[in-house]
């Protein structure tokens, strides 16, 4: 039985070890050019290379953004890296604009090519044309309902369909925003996104008599190009059975606590869902922990069909239930672990285990606490301070402790 791929995020190899840890089993990346995520840290070709080893390593995928709208002076670019990304061993290339395909095809014959979501395809006729110019992989529009997927699937059964499952959504069609390139002059399509539809708006007109006019047509109108965060985690078994084979999750500058609890989330949930089956929709423990980090209102988005319900009016973005405190790194040895704080916490503060292992969601008392030179903390307030945490809970180099705030 092949089962669903897991596709995480990775913005830089922490985080890609990170999504590893917690349960992706593929994650896409992006270089320090032609990717649509130029702000994230990214990856230099010696650290592609690297990764591609980790993921292989340990039966993993590794596929590679290069999913700009290019122009003329990226093509020596451009073919140099397709060159390099096919000798690298990558998993596939994820790529929107059709003359880099083209170049792709001309220049690295044997590099799997996947058609990004920036390619807007929404139909099986589209599909068609991409599988007999050689694409492997096609990951569709977030506009598509189950149905149209199904569909898809269904007319053009011979290609892999990869679908967003989890993350921020574009207010623009498929992620072709003009947006932040009219603001600040930084485009989108080139990967400088600043996310101009999460600011805070104020709708006018002009009154020759008084100047502009705030128009309120209610006391929510501020982020009205504000998108909510798609969240499909109740609807695993219907994306099985419409054919898509990929769960992309969104989110490659996100932080590595929230790329930790997502994965962490649908890890278990599809791990549940292979044994249970639709059983697997009764716990609630999946839908509880997405609440665990930051997040803005979720939404299914268009997966059962029209949704004018999209935009998040209320705010930028909740902060989630829980704080991300510290991550382990070093497990237990003489009744201790060493952790890293992140944010401040005090003795007697109960702190939370995030795992891929059976210590998930246990409860620690921050009892006694040390620096390294054994001197006793009682305020663990220093960023980035190295503690030796006493405890009997069995925790592991990568586990993360939270506090509920």
């Not at 596709?7 to 830089?12: I, R, T």
């Not at 917690?22 to 840290?41: F, H, P």
């Not at 590794?62 to 140099?80: G, Q």
């Not at 705010?315 to 239930?321: E, F, H, L, N």
Request: proline share 1%; with cysteine.
């Amino acid at each position: 039985m092949n089962k669903t791929e897991l596709l995480s995020p990775a913005g830089d190899m922490n985080k890609l070890k990170t999504a590893f840890y917690y349960g992706a089993d593929a994650a896409y990346i992006g270089g320090k050019s032609m990717s649509l995520r130029a702000l994230a840290g990214n990856f230099t070709d010696e650290e592609i290379v690297e990764a591609v080893n980790l993921a292989h390593s340990l039966g993993k995928k590794i596929y590679v953004t290069v999913n700009i709208f290019a122009r003329n002076y990226d093509m020596e670019e451009a073919e140099r890296y397709f060159r390099f990304l096919e000798k690298a061993n990558i998993d596939g290339a994820i790529v929107s604009d059709t003359g880099l395909i083209f170049l792709a095809k001309q220049v690295a014959p044997n590099l799997k090519i996947n058609l990004s979501t920036q390619a807007n395809c929404l139909n099986y006729k589209t599909v068609e044309f991409w599988k007999n110019y050689g694409v492997k992989r096609v990951i569709l529009a977030r506009e598509l309902s189950l149905n149209e997927i199904a569909e898809i699937h269904e007319k053009v059964p011979d290609i892999e369909i990869e679908t967003f499952a989890h993350g921020a959504m574009c207010i623009s069609y498929s992620g072709r925003c003009l947006l932040s390139d009219y603001r600040t002059g930084r485009s989108s399509n080139r990967g400088e996104c600043v996310q101009a539809c999460r600011w805070q708006y104020e709708i006018r007109e002009k009154n020759s008599e008084c100047g502009y006019m705030t128009l309120e047509e209610d006391d929510r109108g501020t982020y009205i190009l504000n998108s909510k965060d798609l969240n499909l985690i109740d609807y695993l078994s219907e994306l099985d059975n419409a054919g898509v084979v990929s769960l992309k999750i969104e989110g490659r500058m996100k932080s590595e606590y929230y790329l930790a609890t997502v994965i962490n989330a649908y890890r278990r949930a599809l791990d549940a869902y292979y044994e249970q089956g639709e059983e697997y929709k009764n716990n609630p423990l999946f839908k509880e922990e997405l609440e665990k980090t930051a997040h803005r209102e979720f939404t299914t988005a268009y997966l059962l069909g029209e949704n004018d319900k999209t935009v998040n009016y209320n705010d930028s973005q909740s902060k989630g239930t829980h704080k991300f405190i510290a991550t382990v790194l070093s497990g237990n040895k003489d009744g201790y672990v060493t952790i890293e704080m992140r944010n401040r916490f005090v003795k007697g503060d109960v702190l939370e285990v995030l795992s891929p292992t059976d210590s998930f969601n246990k409860k620690i008392i921050a009892d006694r606490m040390e620096d390294e030179k054994g001197n006793v903390i009682e305020d663990a307030k220093i960023v980035q301070q190295k503690i030796r945490l006493y405890t009997d809970v069995k925790l592991n180099a990568g586990d993360i402790l939270r506090k509920e705030q």
